[in-house]
């Protein structure tokens, strides 16, 4: 029959489960439901002791799943999938996503191939309940944390960095980077690896055509642990924010 031929497998999805098992298990069948022959691989990391996963029945992809001996930090979790990436393309994706709007895969896709200098892309984030759109992130600076609450403060038009919740990323940039830097244990990972690829020369974008839901955790809001380890982070993003060169996109 004539029609246009499908999309070869490109994409390897990497999850990191903390003992979230429902939701990833969740997420697992949401993935096999798309049913998306773009999708090669996914591979779970489980940081916390438990069982395998059972694979979705009408799951086309292959199911990678590893079992860390002791607790890993996100940057090392995701790198650890890294190694078995088989793709061009390499999916971050978070246990507490809803792909409630269609499956954005296809736009995402698209997107990196209309520029071969993207390094990374995302779908737009959408909170729940409100439905509202997460607005681009700029700079993480302490001035720029400020003003966010602040009347009248307005995002970015651009992103200076992509969410760590849902990340598109090209798999032989992330390879010449050294994958996330494993200094970040949580939190700021994501905007650090953003900045590291402007500075290479590529560029990122959120894609308006593929939208999400995330279902935000926001546990630095709750924990004194995670609101310690938020702020740690940001004091190391800061510091090699000092010592770091200007990115090439800056000097544009």
């Known amino acids: 029959m004539p029609g246009h031929p499908l999309p070869a497998p490109s994409v390897t999805v990497s999850v990191a489960s903390h003992g979230q098992r429902n939701l990833v298990a969740a997420l697992l069948e949401q993935l096999a439901t798309l049913r998306d022959p773009s999708l090669a691989r996914v591979v779970i990391v489980h940081n916390l002791p438990d069982a395998d996963l059972p694979k979705p029945p009408d799951a086309t992809f292959d199911l990678v799943q590893l079992h860390n001996p002791e607790p890993l930090g996100f940057s090392a979790n ?4 890294f190694a078995h990436c088989v793709t061009p393309w390499f999916a971050v994706l978070n246990p507490d996503l809803e792909f409630r709007f269609g499956n954005p895969f296809p736009a995402l896709l698209e997107a990196a191939a209309a520029d071969p200098r993207l390094g990374a892309v995302a779908p737009t984030l959408l909170q729940p309940g409100t439905l509202h759109v997460e607005p681009p992130r700029g700079m993480v600076t302490p001035i720029e944390l400020i003003r966010r609450r602040l009347p ?30 494993e200094r970040f244990r949580l939190y700021c990972e994501d905007v650090d690896l953003g900045l590291r690829l402007r500075d290479a020369g590529w560029h990122i974008r959120r894609i308006e055509g593929a939208r999400v839901l995330h279902q935000t955790q926001r ?24 010592i770091r060169p200007r990115s090439r996109a800056g000097r544009r």
Request: aromatic content about 16%.
């Open 219 to 242: 546990h630095s809001h709750r924990s004194l642990q995670y609101t310690l380890l938020h702020v740690f982070s940001l004091l190391r993003l800061w510091m090699q924010l000092a």
């Open 152 to 181: 009248g403060w307005k995002p970015p038009a651009e992103p200076a960095w992509l969410v760590g919740a849902f990340l598109f990323i090209r798999a032989k940039a992330f390879k010449a980077l050294g994958g996330f830097d």
């Open 78 to 81: 995701h790198n650890r999938a």
